[in-house]
C-alpha cells in the first residue's frame, strides 16, 4: 500500500473524534430538549466505541504503533474508593484492565489509586470518559438532596454505585455494537475483528498478570443508602466524554 492510499485511513480516528466534539456541543447545548440531547449523546458514545475499533485494526497493520502500557490513577476524597471503581468500570468497558489499590499511612487513613493496564488508544479513550464522567457525577451528586433522615454518607455512596452500574451497562452496548458493525465489514477490511480484538486483550492480560502475579478479588461492598435508583438514571444521561473532548485538563495522574 502506497502512503497516498494509507493517508486517509489513518486520518479516520481523528475524523471521527471531531465528529463526537461537535455531537457533545449540540448535546451540552442548553437550547436542546432532553431528547435531542440523549439522541446526541447516544450517537457520541457509538462513535467513541468506533473509534476504538478503528485504532485496534489500523495497529494490526502496523505492529507496535499501539503498544501495552500501564497508568497510575490516584483518587482523592471524598468517595475516592467509589471514583475508583468508576474508573475501574470505564477501564474495563473499553478492554483495559485495572487493579484497585488501598493503601494505609501510620494513622490508619486509607489512600486509593487504580492501577490500569491497556493499549495506548484505550487507555486514552478510558481517561476522556472518566475525566467528563466524574465531572458530571460530582456536579449530579452535589444537586441530588439526600432523603430526610438518610445518613448523607450512605445515601451519596449507593447513588455513586448506581451511576456506576449504568455507565457501564451504556459502554458495553456501544462497544459491542461497534464490534458487530465491524465484523459485518471484515470481509473487506482483511482482518477478523474478533480476532483483532481477543490478540489485544491477550496481550493486556499478559502484562497484567507480570505486573500482578498473585492478584486476588476484592470482596463486594455492601451499601445500606437508597440512592442507587437516582444514581443509575443519572448515569443513563450522562454525557459519554462530553467535556473532557473538547479540551478540560486531565483528571489522570501518569506514572
Known amino acids: 500500500m502506497n502512503a497516498q492510499s494509507e493517508t486517509p485511513q489513518k486520518a479516520r ?30 450517537k457520541a ?11 485496534a485494526l489500523l495497529a494490526a497493520d502496523d505492529p507496535g504503533s499501539d503498544r501495552v502500557a500501564d497508568r497510575v490513577v ?19 468497558r473499553l478492554r483495559c484492565r485495572a487493579v484497585l489499590r488501598t493503601r494505609r499511612d501510620l494513622d490508619g487513613r486509607a489512600s486509593h489509586s487504580v492501577h490500569l493496564f491497556g493499549h495506548t488508544s484505550d487507555l486514552d479513550r ?15 451528586l452535589a444537586r ?5 433522615g438518610e445518613h448523607k454518607a450512605a445515601f451519596r455512596r449507593s447513588w455513586l454505585a448506581g451511576f456506576r452500574m449504568s455507565i457501564s451497562a451504556r459502554l458495553e452496548r456501544a462497544e459491542q455494537e461497534a464490534e458487530a ?10 482482518h477478523s475483528t474478533g480476532l483483532v480484538l481477543a490478540d489485544r486483550s491477550a496481550a493486556v492480560d499478559e502484562t497484567l498478570q507480570q505486573a500482578y502475579p498473585h492478584l486476588r ?20 444521561n450522562a454525557d459519554l466524554g462530553g467535556t473532557r473532548l473538547r479540551g478540560a485538563p486531565r483528571a489522570l495522574a501518569h506514572d
Open 13 to 42: 480516528p481523528t475524523v471521527m473524534l471531531e465528529k463526537v466534539r461537535k455531537l457533545l456541543a449540540k448535546a451540552e447545548d442548553p437550547a436542546a430538549s432532553p431528547q435531542e440531547a440523549e439522541t446526541y449523546t447516544l
Open 45 to 55: 458514545a457509538q462513535l467513541i466505541a468506533d473509534h476504538g475499533i478503528d485504532a
Open 74 to 92: 490516584d483518587l482523592e476524597a471524598p468517595y475516592a474508593h467509589d471514583k475508583a471503581q468508576l474508573l475501574s468500570a470505564v477501564a474495563h
Open 126 to 140: 478510558a481517561d476522556l470518559l472518566f475525566t467528563s464522567l466524574l465531572l458530571q457525577s460530582t456536579t449530579r
Open 144 to 148: 441530588t438532596p439526600v432523603p430526610r
Open 181 to 190: 458493525r465491524a465484523a459485518s465489514r471484515d470481509a473487506t477490511s482483511g
Open 217 to 236: 478479588n476484592a470482596r463486594p461492598r455492601e451499601l445500606s443508602g437508597s440512592g442507587m435508583r437516582d444514581g443509575y438514571a443519572a448515569g443513563v
